[in-house]
């Protein structure tokens, strides 16, 4: 008989012990300590087995964490410079923490906790749980979610449930899907794989039936709701899903972008603290990026804070976008 499966600990539990755990620390926690200890993780943890599933959830909760402005840190183990397999994880509080000048007044807390009332009736729901995991790990208290200090919130995509449910049910479904560039969708008819989430961003790794090859999808650019065929297809090897991560992970590497960001801004602020930004010695900032577009739309809400130096091309389009945006409001 097979042991019984591990409770399924929900997401912004699983978040809000990882914050707690490292906000308790000075030296910092290794990720076999986080793994085999914290909430989320230790009842998945096999101690001497293999943890490649759980350590790349890890991997996926550190981006998760960033996102939401938490000043995760990673430290070398004194004395063990280069060993990747040694690096600790800790949150500064003193980063972390609400500036003393800040506070929330009785009617701020009133319409607060209203607009939590109308994200719990909305799409929003599952998500903006997640909102609370700052007020949570500070100490502030609430009967209902509410929206922290600067929080960056994901929705989730409509998508996501209906393909979440063909996943499960191994059955090929249709979408519309809407490139950058193009003004018309196209129709995609794919066997799903899986779901993964890079650099905070929700794709679909799927095997597409008319190109005969496997694709990314972002679930942004779904632009239609999911048809689903009668037609099922066999389930796909486990290890898809890692293959595909790692995928992103190597053109992610390979892409970089060089910013002139204005100091003490909130592009300052947020840029910095991206995965894998490089201050270079002129003071501009080299970021690493996936998605050419993505990338040209978040540098563009920051609007004169940043000024884009190479490559050219994301020059230009990161120009044209505002330039649009000009237009649009006159």
């Given at each position: ?42 009842q ?81 729901s ?22 922290g ?44 794989i ?40 066999a ?55 996936s ?40």
């Amino acid at each position: 008989m097979s042991p019984a499966s591990p409770p399924r600990v929900p997401v912004e539990e699983r978040l809000f012990s990882l914050v707690l755990a490292l906000l308790a620390t000075e030296s910092g926690l290794t990720k076999n300590e986080i793994l085999s200890t914290v909430q989320g993780y230790r009842q998945r943890y096999n101690r001497s087995g293999d943890n490649s599933n759980l350590e790349r959830q890890f991997e996926r909760d550190k981006d998760d964490i960033r996102e939401l402005g938490v000043p995760l840190e990673t430290i070398e183990s004194p004395g063990q410079a280069g060993n990747n397999q040694n690096l600790r994880y800790r949150i500064p509080r003193g980063d972390y923490e609400l500036p003393a000048d800040i506070s929330f007044s009785p009617e701020e807390t009133t319409l607060l906790n209203l607009a939590a009332r109308v994200w719990r009736e909305g799409s929003l729901s599952g998500e903006s749980r997640r909102a609370i995991l700052k007020l949570r790990s500070l100490g502030v208290t609430t009967d209902e979610p509410v929206l922290g200090y600067a929080p960056r919130v994901r929705v989730r995509d409509a998508a996501f449930e209906p393909l979440s449910t063909a996943l499960e049910k191994n059955v090929i479904v249709r979408f519309g899907y809407l490139k950058p560039g193009e003004t018309d969708a196209r129709t995609r008819t794919v066997a799903p794989i899986a779901l993964i989430q890079h650099q905070g961003r929700w794709l679909l790794h799927a095997d597409d039936q008319d190109a005969g090859a496997t694709r990314n999808f972002l679930l942004s650019r779904i632009v239609t709701p999911i048809t689903t065929t009668n037609k099922r297809h066999a389930a796909f090897d486990a290890t898809a899903t890692g293959a595909a991560l790692a995928e992103l992970e190597k053109i992610w590497d390979e892409r970089t972008a060089t910013v002139e960001v204005e100091p003490g801004t909130d592009a300052a602020a947020r840029l910095n603290k991206r995965r894998g930004t490089v201050q270079l010695p002129d003071g501009s900032l080299q970021l690493h990026y996936s998605d050419f577009e993505i990338l040209a739309d978040e540098l563009a809400s920051f609007g004169p804070e940043v000024l884009v130096t190479t490559p050219p091309e994301l020059r230009a389009a990161v120009r044209d976008r505002l330039l649009r945006t000009a237009a649009d409001h006159g």
